[in-house]
């Protein structure tokens, strides 16, 4: 099935990776969203389940190892063209993320990759900011420091 013009919609899985009260950003290689710093991330695969797809996505695209924590939001990003045609059609499932291991290296989706901090958010889509904060602020509300062990997030 083709990505522009699909027949229906396709499943995608974004990593939301917070270090030291930043976040990982990437610049999209190719469309929708080219050129555009976003979250690391791409489609399931065939016979995948999305945890297993979030590790291949960021793997290849970061060279990160890392450890799908919670969804942080599931939402529909739709594209139509001039005609009014869905263009692109992605239902969006984004997981907040630790890195568990491997150092940042760009590959295959990704044309550059780096770290943001809060108030540098303003380069990105809003969709993909709102998707930021509401992560910054699961990681400070909810007692995640079992889960976070050694994984310094900024917060007190």
């Known amino acids: 099935m083709s990505r522009e013009y699909p027949e229906r919609p396709i499943v995608g899985v974004g990593a939301v990776i917070l270090d030291e009260g930043r976040v990982l950003l990437i610049e999209r290689r190719h469309a929708p969203l080219k050129g555009e710093w976003s979250l690391p991330g791409g489609t399931l695969e065939l016979g995948e389940t999305l945890e297993e ?7 290849e695209e970061t060279g990160l190892i890392i450890d799908p924590l919670a969804i942080v939001e599931v939402f529909d990003r739709i594209s139509r063209d001039a005609d009014g045609r869905v263009q692109y059609h992605y239902v ?14 760009c590959a295959t ?11 540098e958010l303003d380069s990105i889509a809003p969709f993909t900011a709102k998707v930021i904060l509401k992560a910054f602020s699961m990681v400070a509300a909810l007692p995640l420091d079992h889960i976070w062990s050694g994984y310094n997030t900024g917060h007190p």
């Open 92 to 105: 969006l499932v984004d997981y907040l993320c630790r890195v568990i291991g491997g150092s940042v290296a």
């Open 109 to 119: 989706d990704a044309a550059d990759a780096r770290w943001a901090a809060r108030d």
């Open 53 to 59: 797809g979030i590790r291949r996505e960021v793997l």
